[in-house]
């Protein structure tokens, strides 16, 4: 359907015809998106710094959610056909099943392997889950209400992404007086448990193609695979965005874990306190710094007001406009999220990500899911994580050293006390990790403490260089897709068409 010749359907008329299976659908989501975003928020700290459980490397955190990713990312290329083939609510069980043994596991984890079982086990259990639920809303929109449709879909996902870190910030504790970190996960595994309520009495099996359920397991897998294969244009389109989503996803991986080392959330707050009185107490440090994971849900924020106007407003452009703009968008706020030091600045970064987060990543899913054949909606959008699975996990297994590298306080504080402490190197790296920056604190001297000797290894070191480096990652991938969209219009237009690159 061309920009000239699609009908604008009202509103009302769009939401109307949004059929029962969209809205229950929507609903499990928003539950399971409440467990995981709640894990998801805090599980970084959890692992890594100096106030952590696990006290692990940032190269090992950056391992396990690269693993993390290719699981989750990559197993619903299979799934996805399964779930077309044997049923959508079977698939929705087993989904929520492994995820409660792994935020179990993860409660009950003391190093690196536990915590790598119970991330592998919440992957698989989301990957089987997304093709069933996405799928699902897919099936339940069509042209004329797809935009509107998905855009719903994203505000119901990010009020589970919203309230979540708000119930994780709480259930957390203070690191620094009696953290309470299982609380997080075990609230998540029962989050969880509650999903098959709706999953049971209210969600409506999809028709399947009865031809469908005699097929081997194998035979699925075969037929999953080559229906990618012989989609060349949707393959490349996944190819090229995966180098966005190389940035994309370190905005929750690793800058929770930089805001905690680096920046001074004071100001924002003192604004928490002044706006919300004493009920902003389990959302603030004991020195009234704003929790990280409270700074990043600034996203959420921003998307539930934002997503509904902004979907609609969108709803006119080209899907290709869209997901350039907020690809272009979300890289500028994501690179200088990270590029200074005050709480306030950090704040409006990732608001200006948001925006960019909302007008592509709805699309981004549009595009799919109106793509994809009638009898193949699970199936495609199984697909729509190979950018995921590729960005996630290389994004992190390259983030985790180059945090190591140029960005770790610990490790910073570390070479200052060599080359400006005058310690021995020996003596420094028999330092425990946790009390390495009071040690530089004391070797300061009077007046000083932790926030002037942050300071201090900032302006020395530079520790942000580390944005402008995955930053440059997101906005190649924005030019490689800008390219891509050229040549396709270029030298295959029936194909462009076909696959609704013009569409609205």
């Not at 399964?82 to 995820?99: E, H, L, Q």
């Not at 003391?110 to 790598?116: D, E, R």
């Amino acid at each position: 359907m061309s920009e000239q010749s699609k009908v604008r359907v009202p509103i009302l008329e769009q939401i109307r015809t949004m059929k029962w299976n969209f809205w229950v659908a929507n609903g499990i989501e928003a539950l399971e998106r409440l467990a995981f975003f709640g894990v998801r928020a805090v599980v970084g700290l959890y692992m890594y710094g100096e106030t952590s459980a696990l006290h692990l490397t940032m190269t090992e955190k950056g391992m396990i959610f690269g693993i993390w990713a290719l699981i989750q990312c990559l197993v619903p290329m299979v799934s996805g056909g399964y779930t077309d083939t044997y049923g959508y609510r079977k698939s929705m069980y087993v989904a929520f099943a492994i995820n409660i043994v792994g935020y179990c596991t993860m409660a009950n984890a003391n190093g690196f392997w536990i915590m790598m079982l119970a991330a592998c086990l919440v992957g698989t259990g989301t990957a089987i889950f997304k093709p069933p639920v996405q799928g699902s809303v897919a099936k339940s929109l069509n042209d004329g209400n797809s935009s509107l449709g998905f855009g719903i879909f994203y505000l119901l996902v990010n009020v589970g992404g919203l309230l979540a870190p708000m119930g994780a910030a709480m259930l957390r504790g203070d690191p620094l007086d009696q953290p309470t970190w299982s609380y997080v996960f075990y609230g998540a595994a029962i989050v969880t448990a509650t999903a098959y309520i709706p999953a049971t009495f209210l969600f409506r099996e999809p028709e399947i193609d009865q031809k469908a359920k005699d097929k081997k397991p194998v035979q699925v897998f075969k037929e999953t695979m080559g229906t990618l294969w012989r989609d060349q244009p949707m393959l490349r389109f996944l190819l090229v965005v995966s180098g966005f989503w190389f940035m994309f996803m370190q905005l929750w991986d690793l800058l929770p874990n930089f805001l905690d080392e680096w920046v001074d959330t004071r100001d924002v707050g003192a604004m928490a306190s002044n706006l919300l009185g004493d009920s902003a107490g389990p959302w603030l440090m004991a020195d009234g710094a704003l929790k990280p994971e409270m700074l990043i849900n600034i996203d959420s924020a921003a998307i539930v007001l934002l997503v509904l106007p902004i979907s609609w407003f969108f709803g006119r452009f080209k899907m290709m406009t869209s997901l350039v703009l907020g690809m272009l968008i979300a890289t500028v706020g994501f690179t200088l999220s990270g590029m200074g030091q005050a709480g306030t600045f950090a704040a409006i970064m990732i608001f200006v990500f948001a925006i960019g987060e909302i007008i592509c990543s709805p699309k981004f899913s549009e595009f799919i899911g109106m793509t994809a054949p009638p009898d193949k909606k699970a199936i495609y959008m199984g697909y729509s994580n190979i950018p995921f699975a590729i960005g996630w996990a290389v994004g992190n297994w390259a983030s985790g050293p180059l945090y190591d590298n140029f960005s770790s306080r610990t490790d910073l504080a570390r070479t200052w006390l060599v080359e400006q402490g005058g310690m021995a190197a020996e003596a420094v790296e028999a330092i425990p990790g946790e009390d390495v920056l009071n040690t530089m604190v004391t070797t300061m001297g009077a007046g000083a403490d932790t926030y002037t000797a942050t300071t201090v290894l900032w302006d020395a070191y530079h520790p942000w260089m580390i944005w402008p480096m995955l930053g440059s990652v997101g906005l190649l991938s924005v030019l490689g897709m800008i390219w891509n969209y050229l040549q396709a219009q270029k030298s295959q237009p029936a194909t462009a068409v076909k696959h609704k690159i013009e569409v609205d």
